[in-house]
């Protein structure tokens, strides 16, 4: 890497005080009124890419959004070479997500190439700054749908094109509303020869580093994850016409199962279990539920642990 000059102290702050910004701007890009969700292939996420890419090309990166809906800028190499180094992380996130969570990522990777192209630092390889359509899983309840298809690891035969949304939308017709074309995924994939090194710089979304009173840490493994989906289903009743002893009532039952579901993670050293999400039918306050459905999360870095958990 040559240059003729270097960022100082005044620099870095300069770019840190242009992420923090960048970050607040993009909360507007939500797609609730109340609080920030970003959702896959969404308005928002339409907004935010747009903000994005002129910001990217403003520090001279070219841009592209892939088949999979996944914004990629990229600083080209000087000389030209094949190979890239990735920074980033996603752009999608949970309902009243954080500010930070996923596009604190994308941002450090913008602002290490826009000092590049303001102090004219020559890399001798490509810097990608990729900002990945899905991981939460909200819209579709499946995440990476991003990563895996620059893994190669999503093809256009994939069943997942044909799941549905909330709203009967195929994965594969909000693609296309995107202006992305599931039938070429191929072309996201990176080669694996080209890929120097991925980076995703992260908020830590636990509160083990601010216990410990550390600024930083560094991740050692990736937990594995398992969603799954379970009906308790009953006889709906009258709450004050039919006796306790002749209900069957499938909530208690869905309730017993998310507190079993907490001791046997509390049981196996290192396994995240939640039951983040019940349906319940009819949901009126004086009717006994007929029905029951819960969204279960299960998580550990030692696959073998979490299978048999599960």
């Given at each position: ?75 080209p190499a000087e000389p030209t070479d094949t190979r890239s180094l990735l920074i980033g992380s996603h752009l999608d996130t949970v309902v009243n997500a954080g500010q930070f969570d996923g596009t604190l990522g994308v941002l450090m990777g913008l602002a290490v ?198």
């Amino acid at each position: 890497m040559t240059h003729t000059t270097s960022p100082d102290d005044a620099a870095f702050a300069a770019a840190t005080t242009r992420l923090l910004e960048r970050s607040s701007e993009l909360i507007s890009c939500s797609d609730s009124e109340v609080g920030l969700a970003r959702l896959f292939c969404s308005p928002a996420m339409a907004k935010a890419h747009q903000k994005l890419t002129g910001w990217m090309t403003d520090a001279g990166m070219s841009t592209q959004v892939d088949a999979a809906g996944n914004l990629i800028g990229r600083l080209p190499a000087e000389p030209t070479d094949t190979r890239s180094l990735l920074i980033g992380s996603h752009l999608d996130t949970v309902v009243n997500a954080g500010q930070f969570d996923g596009t604190l990522g994308v941002l450090m990777g913008l602002a290490v190439a826009e000092l590049c192209h303001r102090y004219e630092l020559r890399l001798p390889f490509s810097l990608d700054v990729l900002g990945f359509s899905e991981e939460e899983g909200i819209r579709y309840q499946t995440p990476y749908i991003g990563s895996r298809a620059i893994t190669g690891d999503l093809t256009s035969g994939d069943p997942l094109l044909e799941r549905l949304d909330d709203h009967g939308v195929r994965l594969a017709d909000a693609l296309g509303q995107f202006g992305c074309d599931a039938s070429q995924f191929a072309q996201a994939v990176y080669d694996p020869e080209s890929v120097i090194a991925f980076i995703e710089p992260h908020i830590e979304q636990g509160p083990v580093l601010e216990e410990r009173g550390l600024p930083v840490g560094v991740v050692t493994g990736v937990a594995g994850q398992t969603r799954a989906s379970f009906r308790f289903v009953g006889e709906t009743g009258h709450a004050g016409t039919v006796p306790m002893k002749l209900r069957r009532d499938p909530l208690p039952a869905a309730a017993k199962f998310a507190t079993q579901v907490e001791e046997i993670a509390l049981a196996c050293e290192g396994t995240l279990a939640t039951v983040g999400r019940l349906e319940v039918t009819p949901n009126v306050a004086n009717v006994i539920p007929e029905e029951v459905a819960v969204r279960l999360d299960l998580r550990h870095l030692d696959d073998d642990k979490r299978e048999a958990s599960f």
